[in-house]
């Protein structure tokens, strides 16, 4: 068996940075996160900006901006979120790829997020599908529920394999509205995801607030792969905020090592996705 993958995803669109301090929002935060979480194991960061009002953007020469520092300061394979926030339009999200990023999240169905929607119509996704494999940027398919392990089914089967011929998902568990955070959903995931989904399809898998830990024991046992970070958990342990994205990774490379599923690095990650140097 491989050794875990670790994806971290820092910031998100959700967190207020005012009742949580230590979220990396400025850009010169968000590097140095990445530069922290890539030293405890991490070796793919899922991106999601902030302005200058520390609220989610999607603005274009920021993502640039961002790719090139984040590829200036580490070897961290940098993910732009292409779901932004609930908020952001399908035109700002499909230009998000415009930022040439080495891979970008697609996710594969809409889903009730909360007192809101997060929409991912399936012409949406079709096109986000087809333009990341025309601009050879990797997905990583964010599966949400159930049944988006089945539509991503249907649109390899419909439109191909994406760019790199490799299939890389990631289970995100626990949104209020999207399919629980526990162990047995993560084993009825994995198992529909051996099921429908091209044979050699790796997963990681994330739990959303206090789901974070048996999501991620979960998902070791089942020889997955983890994401983790401030966008999903804030708290380390009851009453304990977290206090650096790189707290999460150390704790997640720390449970894979115990596993004799050491994390791996930029180079084997990029291996494991068939992703270009
Ligand atoms: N912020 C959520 C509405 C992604 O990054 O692709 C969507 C999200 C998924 O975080
Ligand atoms: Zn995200």
Redesign the pocket.
């Known amino acids: 068996m491989t050794g875990t993958l670790i994806t971290v995803a820092p910031t998100?669109?959700?967190v207020d940075k005012g009742e949580v301090p230590a979220l990396p929002v400025t850009l010169d935060e968000l590097v140095a996160a990445a530069v922290a979480c890539e030293r405890a194991g991490a070796s793919i960061i899922?991106v999601?900006l902030r302005d200058d009002a520390a609220k989610p953007t999607l603005d274009p020469v920021r993502l640039r901006d961002a790719v090139a520092a984040l590829r200036e300061s580490t070897d961290l394979i940098v993910q732009l979120?292409?779901?932004?926030?609930?908020r952001d339009g399908e035109a700002a999200r499909l230009a998000v790829l415009d930022a040439e990023p080495d891979m970008a999240?697609c996710?594969m169905g809409t889903v009730n997020?909360g007192p809101d929607v997060?929409t991912n119509r399936w012409d949406f996704i079709v096109d986000l599908h087809e333009r990341m494999r025309d601009k050879a940027v990797v997905p990583e398919y964010?599966l949400f529920d159930l049944g988006h392990v089945t539509s991503l089914a249907r649109l390899l089967d419909q439109r191909g394999l994406p760019f790199g011929d490799h299939v890389h998902v990631d289970f995100v568990l626990g949104v209020p509205g999207g399919a629980p955070g526990d162990a047995s959903t993560v084993t009825t995931f994995a198992e529909a995801t051996a099921r429908y989904l091209p044979e050699g399809t790796t997963f990681s898998a994330t739990g959303i607030g206090r789901t974070t830990l048996p999501v991620m024991f979960a998902a070791i046992a089942h020889g997955g792969h983890l994401r983790v970070g401030m966008?999903d958990t804030v708290t380390f342990a009851r009453r304990q905020p977290v206090t650096g994205n790189d707290q999460l990774v150390t704790r997640a490379a720390e449970a894979a090592a115990l596993a004799q599923r050491p994390a791996i690095t930029t180079v084997e990650a990029r291996k494991l996705l068939r992703m270009r140097d």
């Open positions: 998100g669109a959700e899922h999601h979120s292409t779901g932004g926030s609930v999240s996710t997020f997060f964010e966008e």
